[in-house]
C-alpha cells in the first residue's frame, strides 16, 4: 500500500510566488517535514476560501493532496495570523527578515522540529515585545545552533587557549572566537568587545526570557548585529535582501525621533 494521496499539517507560510492570475506556489516550513513548496490554486481570487491563510507570517493548519511535482494545497485554517506584526511596519520587517533566514539556510523535505519550533517561538516574541532586536539576534544565534553552525564561544578556535577578558576577534571562517594573539593575525577577523562575548555566551545557553532582560545599549546592539550578520553572510556567501529594508526603517527611525525632538 502506498503513501496516503491527502495529508494534513501545520505550518509557516515563509514565502509566496504568483503564479498566473489567481495561482501562488508557497514555500511552508513544517514541523514533521521541514521546508516544502505547495501550489495553492486560486489564493489570489477575490472571496478564495484560501486567501488570508496563506499569506507570509501566517501559521495555518494546511491539508495537501500529493501531486506530480508540487503538492496542492486543498483547506487552510488559520491558527495564528500574528496581526501584531502585519499593523506595524517595523516589526513586519523583522518577521519577514526571519523568514528569509529560514528560507536562506534550508532545503526542502528536511525536518527540523528545534527550528520549527524556534521560528513559531520567534513570531510571537516579536508580538510581545518592544525590544526586537534582542529577538533578531537571540533567533539568530539559536538558528545556527539548530543548524549545526553553532560559534565556539569558550576558547580560541585556532590554538584552544582560554579566552581572556579582553578585546578578542571572532573569525567568521573559524567558526568562533579566535584570542587576541590568533586574532591580529588574520585580517579577517572581527574584533569582539568583552561586553558581547559575554552577552553571546549568555544567550547562547538561556532561553529568550532570560535573554530578554540584557538591557541593549545602542553601542551594544550595533557591535552586536555586525559580528552576527558578518558571521551569517559568511555562511550563506552573500547578504540577507532583508537587511536593506532593516536599515532604512531604523534609519527612518532614528531621523523621525530627531525630529520631534
Given at each position: 500500500m502506498g503513501a496516503p494521496r491527502n495529508y494534513q499539517t501545520h505550518?509557516?507560510?515563509?514565502?509566496?510566488?504568483?503564479?498566473?492570475?489567481?495561482?501562488?506556489?508557497?514555500?511552508?516550513?513544517?514541523?514533521?517535514?521541514?521546508?516544502?513548496?505547495?501550489?495553492?490554486?486560486?489564493?489570489?481570487?477575490?472571496?478564495?476560501?484560501?486567501?488570508?491563510?496563506?499569506?507570509?507570517?501566517?501559521y495555518s493548519l494546511l491539508m495537501l493532496a500529493k501531486g506530480r511535482n508540487l503538492d496542492i494545497v486543498t483547506q487552510s485554517q488559520t491558527a495564528d495570523a500574528f496581526p501584531a506584526l502585519k499593523s506595524d511596519l517595523w516589526r513586519m520587517a523583522c518577521g519577514l527578515y526571519i523568514l528569509?533566514?529560514?528560507?536562506?539556510?534550508?532545503?526542502?523535505?528536511?525536518?527540523?522540529?528545534?527550528?520549527?519550533?524556534?521560528?513559531?517561538?520567534?513570531?510571537n516574541w516579536l508580538c510581545q515585545s518592544d525590544n526586537n532586536e534582542t529577538v533578531l539576534r537571540y533567533f539568530e544565534l539559536h538558528l545556527l545552533d539548530c543548524l549545526g553552525y553553532r560559534p565556539q564561544l569558550?576558547?580560541?578556535?585556532?590554538?584552544?587557549?582560554?579566552?581572556?577578558?579582553?578585546v578578542n576577534f571572532f573569525g567568521f571562517g573559524q567558526g568562533g572566537i579566535l584570542c587576541s594573539n590568533?586574532?591580529?593575525?588574520?585580517?579577517?577577523?572581527?574584533?569582539?568587545?568583552?561586553?558581547?562575548?559575554?552577552?553571546?555566551?549568555?544567550?547562547?545557553?538561556?532561553?529568550?526570557?532570560?535573554?530578554?532582560?540584557?538591557?541593549?545599549?545602542?553601542?551594544l546592539a550595533l557591535e552586536l548585529e555586525q559580528v552576527m550578520q558578518g558571521y551569517i553572510k559568511y555562511l550563506l556567501q552573500r547578504?540577507?535582501?532583508?537587511?536593506?529594508?532593516?536599515?532604512?526603517?531604523?534609519?527612518?527611525?532614528?531621523?523621525?525621533?530627531?525630529?520631534?525632538g
Open positions: 505550518a509557516v507560510v515563509i514565502k509566496e510566488t504568483r503564479i498566473g492570475e489567481v495561482d501562488k506556489i508557497l514555500t511552508i516550513y513544517t514541523p514533521e517535514l521541514g521546508k516544502l513548496k505547495a501550489v495553492a490554486r486560486g489564493a489570489c481570487r477575490p472571496g478564495s476560501k484560501l486567501g488570508g491563510n496563506v499569506e507570509p507570517l501566517t528569509e533566514l529560514v528560507d536562506s539556510f534550508t532545503v526542502e523535505n528536511n525536518e527540523n522540529g528545534p527550528l520549527f519550533d524556534l521560528l513559531l517561538n520567534a513570531l569558550q576558547r580560541c578556535v585556532i590554538c584552544n587557549s582560554p579566552i581572556k577578558p579582553v590568533c586574532g591580529q593575525k588574520d585580517p579577517a577577523a572581527h574584533s569582539i568587545s568583552v561586553e558581547v562575548l559575554k552577552v553571546l555566551r549568555l544567550w547562547q545557553r538561556c532561553d529568550y526570557a532570560t535573554a530578554r532582560r540584557v538591557v541593549l545599549k545602542s553601542e547578504e540577507v535582501k532583508s537587511i536593506a529594508w532593516l536599515d532604512e526603517l531604523r534609519k527612518t527611525q532614528f531621523d523621525n525621533s530627531h525630529v520631534r
